[in-house]
């Protein structure tokens, strides 16, 4: 018995490598990663780990988790290729590795810039531990930092960083932060909020090229001409999902590896799950690939439930959180398409949320500093329970009074 193999030791790979023995599996189990470190938290790296030095990775799970549970976790492998038919994995360097179900967790990596000076050294972007060791270094040496993207982790990063007292300029191509991602008046308080601790953000601009200085990034020229000096530009315009793997195997990918609701690929045998997969979501039917903690925990779960012969589907409420300097922000449901919206809680005070409707169906909440809401907005979603707009303007106490 070749058991399972899941290649990708991230937060969907680690998940699913516990889901299934939760689940009773009780054959081999082996957890495969490229990073040659016992897999940890990402979500730290962009908000606490850059700016302080004797910060350590968050394990996911102590060692004693997969001596324990019985997972044979292999560091520092890369897998080159897989054989669907033979079942079989090469290894990167030489080897090869049998299975009989193969998990697909390979996560995802930021989009490179395509731009010249675009690989000069100091011009770096965030997604592993080695990313954010290379970030802390440099910007202890670095006055002036320029970000491109005003995303999540952009704005992660660049409230991070100016709290560690650097100059720090948020350079965005469209006319408003975090994409489509949050409601127009959230983002227009996440920009006001960060310009007030002295962050620059320069919306609608975009980077022409890079300068260097001794083999070494020192600005960025921006469309409109103006030189931002830089000793370190942080690249956060996004992320591609790692397909390649599955994609030269002739699986069908479409933006992700294309998932089932058991989250099962095109092959048989093979499932995908986390960053890297795509798939038909169950509540908007629109095609989505998430980026988030919970969709990687939760997909890695029911892959577990499949493997060990259930047939759930994934029916999991998304929600997100992103911390950028004082602001946490939390996000429940999917609210794009959505037509109408209430506002809770007070803007001016740093604490409010966004309701978003389609007609009378609450797609989502979005929260700034109103945790509460969040959790409420999660049971009310999970419970497919739409209050009436009249009943959110009532508050938490009312919400909770309709719900029960
Ligand atoms: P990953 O966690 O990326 O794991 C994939 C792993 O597979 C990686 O270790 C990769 O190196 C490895 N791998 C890839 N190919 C191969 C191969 N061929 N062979 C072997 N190994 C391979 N989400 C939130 O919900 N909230 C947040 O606040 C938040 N903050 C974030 C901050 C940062 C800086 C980053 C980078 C991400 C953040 N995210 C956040 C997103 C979240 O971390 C991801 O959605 C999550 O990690 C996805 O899990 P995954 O297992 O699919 O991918």
Known sequence: ????????????????????????????????????????????????????????????????????????????????????????????????????????????????????????????????????????????????????????????????????????????????????????????????????????????????RLEGENGHVCAAITSTGERLPARMIIVGIGAVPNIELAQAAGLTVANGVRVDQQMRTSAPDILAIGDAASYRHWSTGGDVRLESVQNATDQARLAARTITGHVDSYSAVPWFWSDIGDMKLQMVGLTSGGDSHVVLGDLAENKFSIYHYAGSRLLGIESVNRPGDHMLGRKMLGAGFSPTPQTVAEGPDGLKAALA
């Not at 470190?37 to 968050?58: G, M, N, R, V, W």
């Not at 390979?106 to 972007?125: E, H, I, Q």
């Not at 227009?188 to 320069?202: A, K, P, W």
């Open 1 to 208: 018995k070749n058991g399972v193999v899941i290649v990708g030791a991230g937060h969907a790979g680690v998940q699913a490598s516990a889901s299934l023995r939760e689940e009773g599996y009780d054959g081999p189990v082996v957890l495969i990663g490229d990073e040659n470190e016992l897999p940890y938290h990402k979500p730290p790296l962009s908000k606490t780990f850059i700016k302080d030095a004797e910060a350590k990775p968050q394990p996911l799970r102590g060692e004693a988790f997969y001596t324990g549970s019985a997972i044979d976790f292999r560091p520092g492998i890369r897998i080159d290729r897989i054989d669907p038919a033979g079942r079989r994995l090469e290894i990167a360097g030489g080897g090869a590795l049998a299975f009989d179900r193969l998990i697909l967790a390979t996560g995802s990596r930021p989009r490179l810039l395509p731009l010249p000076g675009a690989d000069l050294p100091g011009v770096l972007s965030l997604r592993s531990i080695a990313d954010a060791r290379l970030i802390r270094e440099l910007s202890a040496q670095s006055d002036d930092i320029v970000i491109l993207g005003g995303g999540f982790i952009g704005l992660e990063i660049a409230a991070t960083l100016r709290a560690a007292g650097r100059k720090v300029t948020v350079v965005e191509a469209v006319d408003r932060l975090l994409g489509r991602a949050v409601a127009p008046v959230v983002a227009s308080h996440v920009r006001q909020r960060l310009e007030t601790i002295g962050v620059r953000i320069l919306t609608g601009t975009t980077i022409a």
